[in-house]
Each structure stands twice: as C-alpha cells, then as structure tokens.
C-alpha cells in the first residue's frame, strides 16, 4: 500500500519545493528595489509630518487676567507701549487734575454768587456792567490752560505719529465683520479673523470659546502675532465701510477707510495677548468683530512665520541659487565645480550667438 502511493505523494513535494524555489528567485532581486523605495519616501513623509506640526505654545498664548482686556477700574486700561504710558500720565497727571480744578473753581463760583448775590441780601441789584481786573482774569486763565494743555499734547502727537523705522508691517483690513491681516514683509502672509462664539451658539465646524481664547466678545480664532520689542507698522484699509483699529493697551485707534492707506504704529514690550474692537459704527454686527494682538518673542514669531508658510526679511530659501552671481551654473551631468561648456545656452543645430551681455544660464 504504501509503494502504491509513495510515487505520488514525492511527486507532489517536488512541485511544491520546485515552486517556492522559483518565487525566492523571482522576489529576491525586488528587496533592494523596496528598500530604496522605502527610504526615498522617508524624508517626504518627515519633512510633511514637521511641516504639519503646530506650535501650540506660540500660536494660542492664555491670556492674562487684566492684562490687556478691559478692567473693573475707572481708569484707563494698563498700558503696554511707551506712547501708552505718555498718554497715561497725560491723562492722569495734567488732564483729569485740570478738568477736577476747573470743575471746582466754577462751581465755587456758583455758590459765591448764589450765596453773596441772592434776593434778600441785594433786593436792588447792582448796575455794574463793567470790571477790567475780572474781563483779564476770564480771558488769561483759559488760555495759560489751553497752553499747560497744548505743550504736553503736541509732543505725544508727534510721537504716536511720528513712525520710527518699521521691523514688521502688518496690513489690517476692515470686513463686514471681521478683520483680515496681511503680513507683506513675510512672504505675503493672511489671516483672517473672526469672533469666536459661546457653547450652544455655534453651527457646523465652528469652534466654541473657551477661558484660555479671551474674554467673551473679545476672543478670536486667528490672532494677529507680533514680536515684542520691534516696531510694528499698521496700515489700515477697508473693503466696504468705514472700520476703526483700536487697541486700548498700545494706545492704538485708526479708522479704516475704504479707497484709503492710514498708518499707525506700536511697540509691545511684555509677551501677552491684548484685546480691541472696532470702534466705528459699521454695521448690524458692529459689535462682534474684535481684534486680539498675541505678542510673542522674536524667535517665536520667525517660527509663526515658518509655520504660516511665510519667511523672515533677509532669509532666501533653500536650494535657490543667488540671482546676482555671476558664476556660470553647473550643467547637468558634468562634475562639481566644473565650468558650464560654451554652447550651454545653445539650443538646436544652427543658433544665432546672441549680443546680451548677461551670462548664459543652461535651459533644461
């Protein structure tokens, strides 16, 4: 029995042995092929996997509680800008002491004239219609006030307005409602920012506002993010109404005018996130369409820039040649350091020399 059926049972095994011998053979030369393959693909695929990694620690700072969002205080909110704190004590060193003294004065004066001039002490009233102390009196003191007021303003006119050279610009642009900011230094960033809304008010994809966003009525989903101690450069526009850029804690506030370029300036020195609105009537949804400056170090803000597929004043990209060299560029196929040959530029059998006097660049 077992004769019988050992033929064809050998038979069988040497099929099958003969068969994975061949698919060995057959797959062996592709192995190298894969792993070429492999590692071709993995620089792409590490290069993306960075380029889609957020910087979350620069890109959505917490806010900090009083610091550049309206306060419970009657006062002016914390300024941050060195024309800020100028207009602080303005404000509250000459202006308010001002206004409290003139208020007092005048209503002493009531009172005096009340009290000296009623009906019963004088039942004849004087026929007096002339004074000449009292007439340079009322006419001197406004103007010395007017003056005390004059000089102080004037040099923080000059220095909110006078813009010292800009390390960044950023183009604001005025929407019905929303604010649209253009980086044009950085490699023609834009973002565009909208109000964020409460839990149960939002539709679709919208993300809902959250305590680390800001404020209610104030946070943003795209921030506009500055470096602290540069200068930054504000040009306002609009695309449709009048709008107006406000930023209380730089002391900033710039209409935007549709057809118009108007310019501002400030510079932040503290990192934080700092809130505004617009503050010209603009529309049904004036109210919902606030601004959040988010300041961040300068080596955090040429990351934000990376990140937004923008680049730093100054820097080239990689692997571009310097358009000024006057080099000859290397041909393809001839060795490293090599000088390209005459006819580089030469393009079909019978080409017509040329009288540029430019060098010949190599066409692929």
């Known amino acids: 029995m077992f004769k019988t059926i050992r033929g064809p049972i050998l038979g069988l ?26 590692a071709s693909t993995a620089p792409a695929a590490a290069t993306a996997s960075a380029a889609q990694a957020k910087p979350a620690d620069i890109v959505h700072m917490v806010p900090t509680p009083g610091i550049g969002m309206p306060t419970d205080r009657i006062a002016l909110q914390p300024q941050e800008t ?43 009233p004087s026929k007096t219609h002339h004074n000449t102390t009292i007439e340079v009196i009322w006419t001197l003191a406004p103007v010395m006030v007017l003056v005390a007021i004059a000089v102080p303003s004037i040099k923080l006119i000059a220095h909110q307005y006078n813009t010292p050279k800009a390390d960044v610009t950023v183009k604001v642009i005025g929407n019905q409602w929303y604010w649209t900011y253009q980086y044009p230094d950085n490699g023609d960033i834009e973002i565009v920012s909208n109000m964020l809304k409460e839990k149960g008010q939002t539709t679709g994809k919208e993300r809902a506002r959250t305590d680390a966003d800001g404020p209610r009525l104030l946070a943003v989903d795209e921030r506009m993010v500055v470096p602290v101690g540069k200068v930054v450069k504000i040009i306002t526009t609009s695309n449709d109404v009048i709008h107006s850029f406000a930023l209380p804690a730089a002391w900033v506030k710039m209409d935007a005018v549709p057809g118009r370029l108007n310019e501002t300036w400030f510079k932040i020195d503290r990192p934080g996130v700092y809130f505004g609105q617009c503050s010209e009537l603009c529309g049904a949804r004036h109210a919902f369409m606030p601004i959040a400056v988010e300041a961040v170090s300068p080596a955090k803000f040429a990351q934000w820039v990376a990140f937004k597929g923008g680049t730093m004043p100054g820097a080239k990209p990689a692997n571009v040649p310097d ?42």
């Open 82 to 124: 060195a024309v800020g704190e100028q207009a602080a004590r303005m404000h509250d060193y000459i202006l308010v002491p001002a206004m409290a003294a003139i208020s007092l004065l005048v209503m002493a004066l009531i009172l005096w004239v009340v009290v000296r001039y009623r009906a019963s002490v004088h039942p004849i």
């Open 13 to 38: 095994l040497a099929a099958f042995a003969a068969t994975g011998a061949s698919q060995a053979v057959a797959q062996a030369p592709s192995a190298p092929a894969a792993e070429a393959n492999i």
């Open 323 to 364: 358009a000024t060299s006057t080099a000859s560029p290397a041909i393809a196929g001839s060795p490293a350091g090599s000088p390209a040959p005459a006819d580089a530029a030469v393009s079909g059998p019978a080409a017509t020399p040329t009288t540029t006097s430019q060098p010949a660049v190599a066409q692929n």
